[in-house]
């Protein structure tokens, strides 16, 4: 589930710092920071949804910004993705909506 943590993190922040003809968000860039597979790992193994929920939504607010907000199209559907992620209780919950969440932040970036 790390992984997919951090991918979700990476898909997410390349919306709001990559731009056209400029370099790309790699795993181990600054803007990673707090995102990174161990970071999600601990919080993991801690057993602390909550941290990992609010680092997964400083990641798509971020993105959901950079797409225009929650009155767009790609906008209110990163919304509606975001919303499964964050109504899980129980950490096994998290990998259907997670996954999900990671897929169409993929397509849209």
Not at 7 to 21: M, P, R, S, T
Not at 29 to 54: I, N, P
Not at 78 to 93: G, I, W
């Amino acid at each position: 589930m790390e992984l997919t943590l951090e991918a979700v993190a990476l898909f997410a922040l390349k919306l709001v710092h990559e731009e056209d003809g400029g370099s790309p968000v790699l795993r181990d860039d600054l803007v990673m920071d707090g995102y990174e597979r161990e970071v999600f790992g601990l919080l993991v193994r801690q057993g602390d949804l909550a941290g990992v929920l609010g680092k997964v939504d400083e990641c798509v607010g971020q993105a959901l910004n950079a797409l225009g907000g929650a009155d767009t199209v790609l906008g209110r559907e990163l919304q509606r993705l975001a919303a499964d992620v964050q109504n899980v209780h129980q950490l096994d919950e998290l990998p259907v909506p997670l996954t999900t969440l990671k897929d169409y932040l993929k397509d849209i970036q």
